[in-house]
């Protein structure tokens, strides 16, 4: 089975967000792979357990991302690939980053592809979709169970709280939702294999892509924070008078019920 | 220069979702004067047409087909196409749900389009549109304009107010037929499992419950004091992994994005991850037995106490209110 992982490196959830001269500030902040695409990795290493074969990670991005595709190779992921737009690049959106992947998958065969339904920090869930339409292949979102047999696939995908269970086939790319597995940490001999296997950087040129052929078709033009939240009133007294309080302030005040 | 825009309506329990008439006003908003077509799409949707006309379509195209009964990317995918086709519009909006999440980049990748992916506000109006969406979950937000080709936006339930209804308006509905074929996808079944059906995302009110509510039996009066106000139950990453309640129900920055008018975070303590998946609600209450849990920090309204204790008599203050 050959299998890829599409993963981002994202801010730590952790991290606070600043804003300057139009940019967030990311001096000093933590990096970690993006949450959904563990489960994508986690997925994918269950899934060459299972059915012999290989794992892929795929990452685009700059010579910093190398940390998160060793955790990945960390994990159990055999094999990694990093798209280093640095030098070709200054502005990327999802209609480049879908056509980039997509470029280095269209002659793999892969029979399943896993991405996180959402990146943290962009939210805006586009590539996995793109990719798939692009290679031409099925492919479902959010999913929370995925099982494997010959070349037909049974899922689970969540749907706003509620569960499909639809069956498909290989080529598959599905992206995953929280509650699919439980990703692993990285052991000690697997950070030791890690640094071992094999890593192989690609630029465009080796992708035979044109700079003007992933053009972005949309352009950020600010990044702002949102107006800080003050504190309102925490509320004194007997507690079934605050309740009361409470509930007066909803209806007369903020008029929300 | 106007703008034909085509926006996609999505129905729930053969009711059309406000989501998609949040979508007709944004349509309005950048089609500069131009003409606003609802499209609608499934196994049978004529009846629901005129809702849309009256929330400020100007028409509506409908595709009906057996195979259109549950949405797959590729049923509904080939129905668009052949109305894009048909219409050509210079702008498309759907609604970011889990089947517009799902379709929309597929019909970017497709016509090789850009996608602004759910959008919270519009500033400007026209070709001057600019969208502003959240990232990093709302801890920041940025505006994107269209570079080029067609615009191509989905918005966020919940946050652009719908035009008001006006029941005397009138408009052609016309229907396009699809032979839908090649389904690669099929759903098998579907289990309902949401609230008394207001979803999370669309709910104008929801009542949240962290590691306070100690078990799944305690997440009962939540349920109950967010039947009572027509919401929806969501939860802190700390329920979800204490096994209290599912993870769909999870809001934070894994987990999901929610804006309601109000927000009850009952013994949640407020850890960052969770913040940025509510602060942009518009009133917040909080309940926590600890007077310094972060949730305090951003609550409009707070009580320091048991949220066993403050809950039903909160469900018995509000039923008060109401029938009065």
Do not use: W
Not at chain 1, 122 to 137: F, H, T
Not at chain 2, 170 to 176: A, C, D, K, L, W
Request: glycine share 10%; net charge negative; hydrophobic share 40%.
């Amino acid at each position: 089975m050959n299998i890829y992982a599409l993963v981002k490196r994202t801010f730590d959830t952790e991290e606070k967000i600043a804003v300057s001269n139009g940019k967030i500030v990311d001096d000093g902040a933590e990096f970690i792979i993006n949450p959904y695409d563990e489960y994508a990795i986690e997925e994918a290493i269950q899934i060459r357990d299972e059915h012999g074969g290989e794992v892929t990670v795929i990452t685009i991005g700059d010579e910093e991302a190398e940390k998160q595709l060793r955790t990945a190779l960390a994990m159990g992921a055999d094999k990694a690939v990093l798209i280093n737009t640095e030098d070709d690049l200054d502005e990327m959106d999802e209609f480049t980053v879908a056509k980039l992947v997509a470029e280095y998958l269209k002659d793999k065969n892969a029979d399943v592809i896993l991405a996180g339904n959402v990146a943290i920090d962009g939210g805006s869930g586009q590539v996995g979709p793109r990719v798939a339409e692009l290679l031409g292949i099925n492919y479902v979102t959010t999913i929370t169970d995925l099982k494997i047999d010959g070349t037909s696939a049974k899922i689970i995908r969540d749907v706003e709280g509620d569960s499909e269970t639809i069956e498909t086939s290989l080529p598959l790319l599905v992206t995953a939702q929280q509650g699919l597995n439980e990703p692993r940490y990285p052991s000690l001999p697997g950070i030791m294999k890690a640094k071992k296997k094999p890593l192989e950087e690609l630029e465009l040129d080796d992708l035979d892509i044109d700079e003007d052929d992933v053009e972005p078709k949309t352009e950020t033009v600010e990044i702002f924070l949102p107006p800080a939240k003050e504190a309102g009133r925490v509320l004194e007294g007997d507690l079934a008078d605050q309740v009361k309080e409470l509930v007066n302030l909803l209806n007369k005040e903020a008029k929300v019920l | 220069m106007s703008k034909k825009v085509l926006v996609l309506g999505e129905a729930r329990e053969g009711a059309l979702r406000n989501v998609s008439f949040e979508a007709i006003a944004a349509a309005k908003t950048v089609s500069g004067g131009g003409e606003v077509v609802g499209l609608l799409v499934g196994e049978s949707v004529q009846s629901l047409a005129e809702e849309l006309i009256q929330y400020g379509a100007d028409r509506v195209v409908t595709v009906e087909h057996p195979h259109l009964k549950h949405y797959t990317s590729d049923g509904y995918g080939q129905a668009f196409m052949a109305v894009y086709e048909q219409e050509k519009p210079d702008a498309v909006v759907f609604g970011h749900t889990a089947n517009g999440k799902d379709l929309a980049p597929k019909i970017a990748s497709k016509l090789g389009s850009g996608l602004i992916s759910d959008v919270t506000a519009i500033e400007g109006e026209g070709d001057e549109s600019l969208f502003v969406r959240p990232i990093y979950s709302g801890k920041a937000f940025e505006k994107v304009k269209n570079k080029e080709g067609l615009l191509f936006f989905t918005i966020r339930p919940n946050n652009i107010a719908p035009l008001e209804k006006d029941a005397s308006r009138t408009g052609e509905i016309s229907s396009v037929s699809v032979d839908i074929t090649n389904l690669r996808t099929i759903i098998k079944e579907v289990v309902r499992k949401s609230t008394e059906g207001v979803d999370l995302s669309e709910a104008k009110v929801v009542v949240a419950g962290g590691r306070g509510v100690k078990s799944a039996d305690g997440f009962k009066p939540l349920e109950e004091l967010a039947n009572l106000l027509g919401g929806a139950v969501g939860a802190s990453r700390g329920a979800c992994d204490a096994d209290y309640c599912d993870y769909s129900l999870q809001i934070g920055q894994t987990g999901k994005v929610v804006t309601p008018d109000l927000y009850i975070a009952a013994g949640i303590s407020g850890a960052i991850q969770h913040m940025a998946g509510m602060s942009n609600s518009k009133v917040i209450v909080a309940i926590n037995k600890d007077p310094e849990a972060n949730i305090f920090k951003v609550a409009d309204y707070g009580i320091v106490g048991d949220l066993f204790e403050v809950v039903p008599m909160m469900i018995e203050e509000i039923k008060k209110v109401q029938t009065n």
